[in-house]
């Protein structure tokens, strides 16, 4: 469905600028655009392979084992019914630490990975779990320590300060992990009263 909408989007600006006769215009905005994007790739590039490099640091010191450790009885609230040791708890948590540093390029394999073992142990139905629902619900709210895309994103448009942005991130974030903890809560205990 959705590459049904970006077909009919493209046609339809491509027919409403040779009727304009805006072509020259549309063509000039879509190599800017690719030129522009390609540069900003470059740019996101470097930032992520050097916070990727910090994770990988961490990881090596036993930072994100004591951070996980630290958050394990947070998510194991969150996450009743995964047994403590189950594989899918620790891709949460690895999961929510690299959200947490900004890293959703690499908190990606790690979300998918974390709702594999989670379908397995809702015996592989088609239908979402609680724990699959929350885990969905947190992901998509994703608390941010360090937004390291956006520092990278403003440094490469030359942003006067780049790093002003963390503690705005750090509120909203914030705001929003709760919020979707709180939904989560309120559809479940709604739902469990009914059935």
Do not use: Q
Request: hydrophobic share 50%.
């Amino acid at each position: 469905m959705v590459n049904i909408i970006w077909v009919a989007m493209t046609v339809i600006g491509i027919l409403f600028a040779i009727i304009n006769g805006t072509m020259n215009e549309v063509n000039e905005a879509v190599f800017n655009g690719a030129k522009e994007a390609v540069t900003l790739c470059i740019g996101l590039i470097s930032i992520l392979v050097f916070w990727l490099g910090i994770m990988r640091i961490a990881e090596d010191a036993g930072l994100l084992k004591k951070l996980s450790f630290l958050f394990r009885p947070i998510v194991k609230r969150l996450f009743p019914e995964v047994p403590k040791d189950h594989p899918a708890m620790g891709y949460i948590l690895s999961n929510m630490m690299a959200n947490m540093f900004g890293l959703g390029n690499a908190a990606t394999p790690l979300g998918i990975k974390a709702m594999e073992e989670l379908r397995e142990l809702n015996g592989g139905k088609d239908s979402a779990s609680r724990s699959m629902i929350t885990f969905l619900a947190i992901n998509t709210s994703s608390l941010t320590l360090i937004p390291t895309t956006v520092i990278a994103i403003r440094m490469n448009y030359d942003s006067a300060a780049p790093t002003e942005i963390v503690g705005t991130t750090l509120v909203a974030t914030f705001c929003s992990t709760i919020g979707a903890i709180l939904i989560d809560r309120y559809f479940h205990y709604r739902r469990s009263r009914k059935g």
